[in-house]
Nanobody, 114 residues
Framework: QVQLVESGGGLVQAGGSLRLSCTAS????????MGWYRQAPGKQRELVAS??????NYADSVLGRFTISRDNAKNTVYLQMNSLKPEDTAVYYC?????????WGKGTLVTVSS
């Protein structure tokens, strides 16, 4: 089993920054993909960014503003969010995929005020 715990969400004004963290515990294998998804009210959950073995992937809407990184020694993934916009408001979920199994955190709310 794998547990994911997110932190770092909150309220920020448009143009501001936040950094999300997600730490994984349990049976973590050496190769996995970690990422961040988000779900705004009334919308489907969407991929924000993912990272594996140094390869990163971003949604077009956050490219150039968000940066994903990871510390393998700590089993932690980060999402640095800059130049935040009101449309970035959502619950952000941490995700880990390994050996064809997907795990999710409980989510952290990010609210960007205009």
């Amino acid at each position: 089993q794998v547990q994911l715990v997110e932190s770092g969400g909150g309220l920020v004004q448009a143009g501001g920054s936040l950094r999300l963290s997600c730490t994984a515990s349990g049976s973590i294998f050496s190769y996995n993909v970690m990422g961040w998804y988000r779900q705004a009210p009334g919308k489907q959950r969407e991929l924000v960014a993912s990272i594996s073995a140094g390869t990163t992937n971003y949604a077009d809407s956050v490219l150039g503003r968000f940066t994903i990184s990871r510390d393998n020694a700590k089993n932690t993934v980060y999402l640095q969010m800059n130049s935040l916009k009101p449309e970035d408001t959502a619950v952000y979920y941490c995700n880990l995929v390994q050996r064809f199994e997907a795990y999710w955190g409980k989510g952290t709310l990010v609210t960007v005020s205009s």
